[in-house]
């Protein structure tokens, strides 16, 4: 029998996905597990495996459309079987998509007129986040035709309302000529053109909608780290020729967040409507930055793992992002994230929240500088930790004693490497 490829869901919060390549073509064998296509999302650029063996018969999705979860975007029929062509690419942008690629009715170029009361009044399908940015912009989803499974409002249909509202606002004669990609010349010179990559996108959008939901607040740390230098330098080549990587300084921060999180469980916890939601489990996001953009895998149950545990898993997961080849599960579930900027040689940072967590880490640069200790200067391996909260949830004080407790367990690491 045929088996259906279909649009994985690559977090909990993802609900499309844009389909970036195909890796087959019609009529080419594939085996189960070999990579098929490539997709990106706000969270992860990867390759996606076959779910079966056999012939690829049918593409229905062209690379470079957005469709949502669960939708089949190809079929792969036993060998011998005959294959469909793929579908035309639809050159002008007004005409319809393929029935196939898009379920759901497509959402009108404009706002909507308002609807009856009673179908206004309509059960509205959407997600957490869709509907908060609904409430602080004061959009009735009552009124929008959503595009997802079912009728489900995504937060591509509620984004691209709000643009089409502000853009009302607008005088026709202020309104932008539309721009084709290549390179235009003005009196300050010549520049270039080009459309944004679907995740570069998505990501836009995701931090938009993050910086609209939460309160941000940060708050500055500066810890001591010549304690973890020395042990690092010390345990470098053992490690090397146990383990066959490189010892790295973010198995010694994920180690002591994931005990700061124990100890401080409303930084470990989100937010829904008026609900506190305490996650039990401690899974720890340590955002990866690619030449394509960003991607933030998850470390499982961080506090249940050993330091050599959770060095193993971050450093296949960090090579992992950089091959395509993470599965879903490598980007769901993540209660915290970590943002490790000081590798280029940044000082320190303000990230944006990673929805629907309540807070994020960034770790600056490790450089040597002369310190006060006991009314004399040494010179010591000093860092900048910020912690960017929400402050619709956490205050001050505990985000203070939660970096207070972490800067305390890396100056006074004990924990065995091995």
Not at 10 to 29: A, H, N, Q, R
Not at 219 to 246: P, S, W, Y
Not at 295 to 320: C, H, M, Q, W, Y
Request: hydrophobic share 40%.
């Amino acid at each position: 029998m045929p088996s259906n490829v279909i649009m994985p869901q690559m977090g909990e919060s993802i609900f499309e996905g844009t389909l970036t390549k195909w890796l087959k073509k019609v009529g080419e064998p594939v085996k189960r597990d070999e990579p098929l296509f490539e997709i990106s999302t706000d969270k992860v650029d990867s390759e996606i495996p076959a779910p079966a063996s056999g012939v690829l018969s049918e593409i229905r999705v062209n690379e470079g459309e957005t469709v949502q979860i669960n939708t089949v975007v190809g079929v792969i029929a036993e060998e011998g079987a005959a294959a469909s062509p793929a579908p035309a690419k639809v050159e002008m942008e007004d005409a319809p998509k393929p029935q196939a690629v898009q379920p759901a009715p497509q959402e009108p170029e404009l706002t909507p007129e308002p609807e009856p009361a009673a179908a206004a009044s309509r059960s509205v399908r959407s997600s957490p986040l869709v509907k908060r940015i609904a409430r602080e912009e004061d959009v009735d989803l009552g009124q929008l035709e959503g595009t997802g499974l079912g009728g489900r409002i995504t937060k591509k249909d509620i984004l691209s309302h709000l643009s089409g509202r502000q853009g009302s606002d607008v005088p026709p004669s202020a309104a932008p000529a539309p721009r084709m990609p290549g390179t235009e010349r003005s009196p300050a010179g010549s520049s270039e053109v080009v459309p944004m990559s679907a995740m570069r996108k998505s990501i836009a959008e995701h931090m938009l909608a993050s910086r609209r939901t939460s309160a941000h607040v940060t708050t500055v740390f500066e810890v001591d780290l010549t304690r973890i230098v020395n042990i690092k330098n010390q345990h470098a080549q053992e490690f090397l020729e146990r383990e066959g990587g490189k010892l790295s300084y973010m198995p010694f921060f994920i180690k002591t967040v994931a005990g700061a999180l124990k100890e401080f469980p409303v930084v470990n916890a989100s937010i829904s409507g008026t609900d506190i939601i305490y996650k039990k489990d401690v899974n720890i996001g340590v955002a990866v930055a690619l030449d394509w953009g960003l991607i933030v895998p998850v470390v499982k149950n961080a506090d249940e793992k050993s330091f050599l545990g959770i060095a193993k898993t971050a450093s296949s997961l960090a090579e992992r992002a950089r091959q395509k080849k993470l599965a879903p599960e490598d980007v769901q579930g993540g209660t915290f994230t970590i943002s490790n900027p000081g590798v280029f040689g940044s000082l320190l940072g303000t990230p944006i929240i990673n929805q629907p967590q309540v807070a994020i880490l960034c770790i600056g640069a490790i450089t040597k500088r002369p310190v006060v200790i006991n009314d004399a200067i040494a010179i010591r391996s000093m860092a900048y930790l910020t912690l960017t909260f929400d402050h619709r949830l956490i205050d001050g004080a505990v985000a203070d004693h939660f970096m207070s407790s972490l800067k305390n367990k890396l100056e006074q690491w004990d924990e065995p490497l091995f």
